[in-house]
């Protein structure tokens, strides 16, 4: 079995920036593929960024530039710096986990976090 939990959401003033955490726990290294999405109030949840085991990353266009994904494999854990914040980029934030590579372009994952809070004031 594995647990997702996020951290590191809350409250942010345009321009400003924000990392969040991702602790992926029981069988990390099974998991070859993990995901940031994110859902604002009456919107339908949409891709952040995501990342295979092996470095390869999928990045919308929305966010490219601005927001980074990594993984840290010691420490079992997926980051997502996010610089120059909007208030667009309000919303929660969910950390997902799949064993298969291609959900980073599927979209299809195993494991879901119960969500951070990600608030940007402009």
């Known amino acids: 079995q594995v647990q997702v939990v996020e951290s590191g959401g809350g409250l942010a003033q345009a321009g400003g920036s924000l990392t969040l955490s991702c602790a992926v726990s029981?069988?990390?290294?099974?998991?070859?593929?993990n995901g940031w999405y994110r859902q604002a109030p009456g919107k339908q949840r949409e891709l952040v960024a995501a990342i295979t085991s092996g470095g390869t990353a999928n990045e919308p266009d929305s966010v490219k530039g601005r927001f980074a994904i990594s993984r840290d494999n010691a420490k079992n854990t997926v980051y997502l710096k996010m610089n120059n914040l909007k208030p667009e980029d309000t919303g929660v934030y969910y950390c997902a986990a799949a064993f298969d590579y291609g959900a980073i372009w599927s979209g299809k994952y195993d494991y879901w976090g119960q969500g951070t809070q990600v608030t940007v004031s402009s």
């Open positions: 029981g069988n990390y290294f099974a998991i070859n593929a």
